[in-house]
């Protein structure tokens, strides 16, 4: 990997790590629904100019972005409402392995004892973090990321299915963009529903409830995905992935030094221990890959 291509690859977990740490002190006043209806508002009038309509794909798209953003982050975002921005940044990590679980059950997937292994060791990180003390009473914030980790792990092996089935159907930017369009009048509705005074809202959001909006739609969606996808479209998927493992470090430090969120001795080993389980799958696949190589 060239220089160039490493600092993309560090900038990839910053920006979205960052982005929990921004999102918190939004989310904390603003309804996190509407939050994310503007996120993708952001994005999709950012990025859909610039690629085709998937005319044949947009009913399965539409369901993607249903699972894997609207209803994912609808919930993601209202535990984080509940969490601190770094417990909530180690606890998303736990998608990887459901992700996993999910291919295996679903796709067919081979899951070997080593990628077993590392679900085991990430879920019990997510059980230790649970049961640290500055979370009691907030087990309702823990099982809202968890469910969205959830979900956005089913809408991930829809759309490996729909690639499945349809190679090349759609490629990345293309559908980040019309996952952001479809997601947008989607969150709208469930904002409508679940969440009131709207106007009252959008009419006295301050500076930051912007800064915010235009950070997670332009910045963490259109630009992090853009250059992860840079990465991915280079390097394969085992050499990259590693680097997502910084996503909650970023975050837990960004909460420490930007919110002053505390840093407790039960979050950290659990922490460790999730991103210990996802470091196993990861690795497991670079060797892999390396040994697919060589032969």
Known sequence: MTLKDFLIALA?????????????????????????????????????????????????????????????????????KIL??????????????MLMLIGAVWLKERLGLTKLLGCLVAFAGVYVISGAPSLVGKELGIALVLTGGFLWAVGQAMFRRLNERHPGAIGGVGAIAWIA??????????????????????????????????YLGLIMTGLGYSLWYHILGRYSASLAAPFLLLVPVASVLGGWLFLGEAITLPILAGGALVVVGVAILTVEKRKKSESLAGD
């Open 12 to 80: 990839v977990p910053l920006v979205w790590g960052m982005g929990i740490v921004i999102a918190k002190p939004a989310v904390d006043v603003f309804p996190p629904i509407l939050l994310m209806a503007l996120r993708f508002a952001v994005t999709a009038l950012a990025l859909v100019w610039f690629v085709p309509i998937p005319r044949k794909h947009l009913g399965q798209i539409a369901i993607i972005s249903l699972f894997g953003a609207s209803l994912q982050y609808g919930l993601s975002f209202n535990g984080l």
């Open 181 to 214: 369009v479809l997601a947008t009048p989607q969150l709208i509705v469930m904002s409508l529903v679940t969440e009131s005074d709207h106007l009252n809202h959008l009419q006295n959001a301050g500076w930051e409830i912007w800064a915010a909006v235009l």
């Open 84 to 97: 601190d921005a770094g417990t909530t940044a180690l606890i998303v990590q736990a998608e990887t392995p």
